[in-house]
């Protein structure tokens, strides 16, 4: 009786989700821990990261079935991952210079490049609704002390 993965797809996000939970519980086990009543900067990172190897653990024990008709995984669409990736890698790079806003309109602008579905009216509508949303919870709401406009514009 062969053991055989069901879905190869499946199966590669469970073991990121394995990697990714361990890596971050792996690396915040260098930060206080605390208790549950009084957590440390290290709890909650940790606890996410066993969560997530659980989580991948089990999808991969699904996709394993015996006797299952094995399947070829799809080559990676590089041309997707690079405008996600990279959109957000500049969005973290030009945060602090053009502000919440301007680094979010970036940020949609370019990753909506990734969908074969796209409309510039579409995706700017998103990026303005997603830029009113962050500053109302996160600089309005939360009172995060993000840069919202460049620092040339706002005086």
């Known amino acids: 009786m062969a053991i055989r ?3 190869p797809r499946d199966f590669a996000v469970g073991l990121v989700y394995i990697a990714t939970g361990a890596a971050f519980s792996f690396a915040s086990a260098q930060y206080e821990m605390g208790t549950p009543d009084h957590m440390g900067p290290g709890y909650f990172p940790f606890w996410l990261g066993i969560v997530l190897v659980l989580l991948g653990a089990t999808i991969v024990l699904r996709t394993l079935r015996p006797n ?3 399947a070829a995984l799809a080559p990676w669409d590089w041309r997707l991952l690079l405008w996600t990736v990279g959109s957000v ?3 973290g790079a030009a945060l602090k210079p053009l502000g919440l806003v301007l680094a979010l ?3 949609v602008m370019l990753s909506s490049l990734a969908s074969r ?3 510039w009216r579409g995706a700017l509508l998103n990026a303005v609704v997603l830029a009113a949303l962050n500053l109302g919870v996160f600089v309005y ?3 995060l002390p ?3 406009w460049p620092s040339w514009a706002a005086g």
């Open 5 to 7: 993965i069901r879905s």
């Open 68 to 70: 299952a008709g094995a």
């Open 89 to 91: 890698a500049l969005f």
């Open 105 to 107: 309109l970036l940020l």
């Open 117 to 119: 579905e796209f409309t």
């Open 141 to 143: 709401g939360l009172d």
């Open 146 to 148: 993000l840069p919202v």
